[in-house]
Each structure stands twice: as C-alpha cells, then as structure tokens.
C-alpha cells in the first residue's frame, strides 16, 4: 500500500480501435475509451470520478471503523459540469455522499475526517503540479 512520499504510476497504451486504450495499474489491466472512441468502456473524466468516489467511500469507512460510529453503508455519487467557455477544464465537481447508520453530525465529522486527508480530492480541489514529459521514437526503418 503506497504511504506518504512513495511514487505510485499507471501505465496506457494506444491499442488496434482508434480510441481505445489499454490501461495497466499493477496487475490490473482495463480498458479506457476516449470521448471521441468507441464509447463502450469507461472514459477519463469518468475514471477522474471513479478515484475521487473510491477514495471518498474508502477513507470514510476506515475513519468510520476507527471511531466505532455505527456505519452500515455509504453511497458516493460524482459529477462534473465542462466549463462551456473552456472545454479543456471542468468549471465543477460534485460529490454527493449518503452514509447510512450515523446520525447527521457523525456523517459531516466523517466527511470532515476524509477532506482533510484524500489526496485526490485536495489535489482536485487545490489544483495540482503536473509535469509532462515527451521523447518521441523515429520511425522504425522498413526492409527493401
């Protein structure tokens, strides 16, 4: 389980379907389609949601168990909104929490204890570094 200061990376590749992509984290592999690709498999703004609702659900369950609150079930729902004016960024993300089996204090506390600790979610809400790098690969020479 990565801790505090480790590096953690994903790999993607372009597969034969304009596209598509194969994605690897771990040992786990799936695919991914682009906004524009086949539309079957899940999409990166979909998947930018999936992290953010898995981490959410996650983090509330550990703080939950740790404080004996009562949790017997939470439901995470995730949205954005493109910003019409700049299609390149989400003008919002909306995370929309139901936990069940706390009162509605405990579930704020819980929701508390997981903002202030969910790197994808302060990451999102903070806006984060990100680095690109690029190195390109000559074409490979063809046999005559």
Do not use: K, W
């Amino acid at each position: 389980m990565p801790t505090a200061g480790d590096t953690v990376s994903i790999t993607g590749r372009t597969t034969d379907t304009q596209g598509r992509f194969l994605v690897t984290a771990r040992s786990n592999h799936f695919v991914s389609d682009a906004r524009t690709g086949p539309a079957e498999a899940v999409q990166a703004g979909e998947l930018l949601l999936s992290s953010l609702a898995s981490c959410s659900l996650s983090n509330i369950q550990v703080h939950a168990q740790e404080r004996a609150s009562g949790l017997t079930g939470a439901q995470a729902q995730v949205a954005y909104e493109r910003d019409p004016q700049d299609p390149t960024r989400y003008v919002c993300i909306r995370l929309d929490l139901r936990l069940s089996g706390v009162t509605q204090e405990e579930a704020e506390t819980l929701a508390g204890l997981f903002t202030d600790s969910c790197p994808i979610y302060n990451t999102l809400r903070r806006g984060g570094n990100v680095v690109i790098a690029v190195r390109a690969e000559p074409p490979a020479l063809r046999a005559v």
